[in-house]
């Protein structure tokens, strides 16, 4: 590797993780002599959206949303330099789709020393009420999923959520998908209106009906579902997976086959595309796009773009650049 200009480090201090993997970076740094170095500028997560220069790595210590806030900064300056991931979110979703170190010791290593990147697509969306482009560069949702996270989000801001859910870990947000299961089945008796989607496709109409809209660059959401099991995070596509609501389908089960990423054969109840898109999605009442774990915008419509190979990561040690 030859000599370092200028690598961010960027960490999350308002999380607990970020703040502890941010301490462990300062050390592991230290320890190969770049600790007080110019060469590394270290970055809080809310002060990166003003942060100016051109580095030629960025080091993201924090979990999905911290690497998709890196990726987003480097889209709207224009750059492309690496982005290498110290894993220290929730899920890890991406770190885990792209089979990173989940280890600090190994993932600082990696980041540090790494050289080899392996290109990442991106799922550009942009809300018909908004003129301001975001990037999804995991898997976005509408509907469902969304719905849910908006929840879990209203939730923890609460002291006493926040001590209740310690023990649940993990398992809080399929508690939160059983109750909320419960209550679609509960509105599609009482007859309530459903959700009504027209999706615009290359050569394609579909409308649909629908309970849960997911659109994918990786295969996985939230780690432990895998609505997208089809998708490749290099292949220039995006997947998108509708589940069509008042068909009589029992949640539960559909809920467990989307865990294991085995509901495809549901035909009655599953549509499944693969495109390069642009993609048009009008909504019959307006819905919170969930990208990446985050909630940013609310809107009726939504247009999808890919941005194949548009970013590179850091996923392996040797020093020639894929």
Known sequence: MGPV???????????????????????AAARRGLGGSPSLRWLDLKDLGEAQGRPERVIVVGGDGSINAAATWLLERGLDCPIAVVPAGTGNNLARGLGLPLDAADALELAFAGGRTRPLDAIAYQARGEGR????????ALGFPAEIAG?????????????????????????LAFLG?????????????LLGV?????????????????????????GNFHP???????????????????????????FRSIIRGEHLSLERTVVYRQTRGPVEIELSQPCRFLADGDLWVQDQGFRLEVLPRRFRVIAGSDTMGA
């Open 198 to 222: 027209r999706c615009s496709l290359p050569g394609e109409v579909l409308e649909e009906s629908v309970f849960a809209i997911f659109i994918g660059n990786e295969r996985s959401l939230g």
């Open 151 to 175: 929840r879990y989000d209203a939730l923890r801001r609460h002291r006493l959520f926040r001590f209740l859910c310690v023990p649940a870990g993990p398992y809080i947000y399929r508690i």
């Open 181 to 193: 299961l419960a209550a679609q089945k509960r509105r599609e008796r009482r007859g309530d209106g």
């Open 133 to 140: 482009r975001r990037i999804a560069i995991q898997t976005a």
């Open 228 to 254: 997208c099991p089809r998708a490749e995070v290099d292949d220039g596509a995006l997947d998108l997976c509708l589940i069509r609501a008042g068909t009589g389908a029992r949640y539960l089960e559909l």
């Open 5 to 27: 200009s200028e690598w961010f480090v960027v960490e999350n201090a308002s999380s607990r993780m970020g703040r502890s993997a941010g301490r462990r970076a300062r050390a």
